[in-house]
């Protein structure tokens, strides 16, 4: 995103030229959550074949390991910063019979985690932290006793929260 003016065009100079490029990351699905899907769109649009091999992926991995239902999901990225803003997004999702998926900073974190709670009600809900490396965490509860759980802790890392549909016990 922030060196995307630049490079965009550079690579798809190379790509129009029939250069073979990859795109790895350490962080993860390379995409995901990322604004990178618009070198993907231009690259579509300009005829250029493009692939993937499937990689590690937080958000889905979480789904995998919470137990909570997977047969519908949504992932909804990151919700806004400011508790208004988040409130007013969950509001929207709450009444959604899927579980769901957030991205979130650890700074963010326990407000997050507060917020989802008082509009989301009490659900079942996982939190997992750095997946796929050495310090991997995972907590699966309620909402609100993972909240507690997870404010009680140092917060570092890059963190997923799976919440389960309203009305779907653990």
């Excluded at 709450?94 to 700074?107: C, D, G, K, M, Q």
């Amino acid at each position: 995103e922030h060196n995307a003016e630049y490079i965009r065009p550079a690579i798809m100079a190379r790509l129009t030229h029939g250069e073979t490029l990859a795109l790895v990351s350490d962080a993860g699905t390379p995409l995901i959550s990322d604004p990178g899907y618009k070198l993907v769109r231009k690259a579509i649009a300009s005829g250029i074949y493009v692939s993937a091999v499937p990689g590690a992926n937080a958000a889905l991995m979480a789904l995998t390991l919470s137990g909570l239902p997977s047969n519908s999901f949504m992932f909804a990225g990151f919700l806004p910063p400011k508790s208004g803003a988040r409130r007013n997004a969950l509001g929207d999702l709450a009444a959604i019979n899927t579980t769901l998926i957030f991205f979130e900073s650890p700074r963010r974190l326990a407000a997050s985690l507060a917020d989802m709670a008082a509009i989301l009600g009490t659900r079942d809900c996982a939190v997992a932290r750095e997946m796929t490396k050495l310090h991997e965490t995972f907590h699966v509860d309620t909402l609100e006793d993972v909240r507690q759980t997870v404010a009680a802790g140092s917060q570092k890392g890059e963190f997923v929260i799976v919440i389960a549909p309203g009305g779907y016990e653990l």
